[in-house]
């Protein structure tokens, strides 16, 4: 018993040991080593933390995607950009094959924040999409509403998910139709004002009859022709706009190869 407890001792320490020689040689690992959720710059309280590493362990395994929180204080003097694919990465973040995920760093030292995407999520969330989500995530991290930037972070990666499962990635020229809401009932009424209005005014011209002949409303004698001649008033002139060159391309997700060599997208900003 006791040289079985020592052997277990040994195998935990050999394989731990490992982990971190894997991690400072950048070896990207085989297996996630952290949750899903890392607030090490301790926005949240334990109620707040425990939800929302639900609601993210939720989608990841629904969507088949890892869907990642990460809160520091510091990035040890690296770019937002790279902290945040070099943690995705050396964590081993990344479902499936393709290593799908997406990830959004919240650095309050210097009050960046920065969403990274690989594998299946750089063509899901576009840079369009991105910059959409980013401004609103920024909306509420500037007045201090962490929990509600991460939960509607987490909102807005499954929205986003949906979206282009029925109609593509949602970007610049593949947007949500306008959805147009009729109250029958204001139309109704109005019809029905309208319709009043127009009797009562009618109404008061009972005293007008039409006339057959446009020479029945001309009084006798009442029209002289003086003189006659010809101004130029005003000309139509129609254009075609040219397709500009820079319009085109403004969609898509732009990519960019982390340390570890891995693909990924992204966009980042300050709060």
């Given amino acids: 018993m006791k040289k079985t407890f020592i052997s277990l001792i040994l195998i935990c320490l050999f394989v731990m040991t490992s982990s971190v020689s894997a991690l400072a040689d950048g070896v990207i690992p085989d297996e996630r080593l952290v949750e899903r959720l890392t607030d090490d710059a301790d926005l949240l309280d334990e109620d707040e933390e425990a939800v929302l590493l639900d609601t993210l362990d ?29 943690f995705f990465d050396y964590n081993g973040f990344g479902y499936g094959d393709t290593e799908d995920g997406i990830l959004l760093l919240v650095n309050m030292g210097e009050r960046d924040w920065y969403i990274s995407t690989s594998g299946r999520a750089q063509t ?105 001649a010809d101004h130029f008033l005003y000309r139509n002139v129609s254009r075609t706009r040219r397709a500009s060159e820079t319009s085109s391309g403004s969609g898509g997700s732009s990519t960019h190869r982390s340390s570890s060599g891995r693909s990924h997208g992204g966009r980042g900003g300050k709060f």
């Avoid at 990642?68 to 937002?80: C, L, Q």
Wanted: proline share 3%; hydrophobic share 40%.
């Fill in 124 to 228: 899901t969330f576009s840079d369009y999409g991105l910059d959409h989500m980013g401004e609103e995530v920024v909306y509420w991290l500037g007045d201090g509403y962490y929990y509600d930037a991460f939960e509607r972070f987490a909102e807005l990666c499954e929205e986003l998910i949906l979206f282009e499962a029925e109609n593509g990635p949602y970007d610049v020229d593949n947007l949500p139709k306008p959805v147009f809401k009729i109250d029958f009932f204001s139309v109704l009424i109005g019809f029905i004002i309208a319709l009043i209005i127009s009797l009562v005014m009618r109404s008061k011209h009972k005293t007008v009859r039409f006339k057959s002949q446009a020479g029945d409303y001309i009084r006798k004698d009442s029209f002289a022709l003086t003189q006659s």
């Fill in 58 to 86: 939720s989608l990841s395994d629904t969507y088949q995607m890892d869907i990642v929180v990460v809160t520091v204080n510091t990035i040890d003097g690296k770019s937002p950009r790279d902290f945040a694919d070099d």
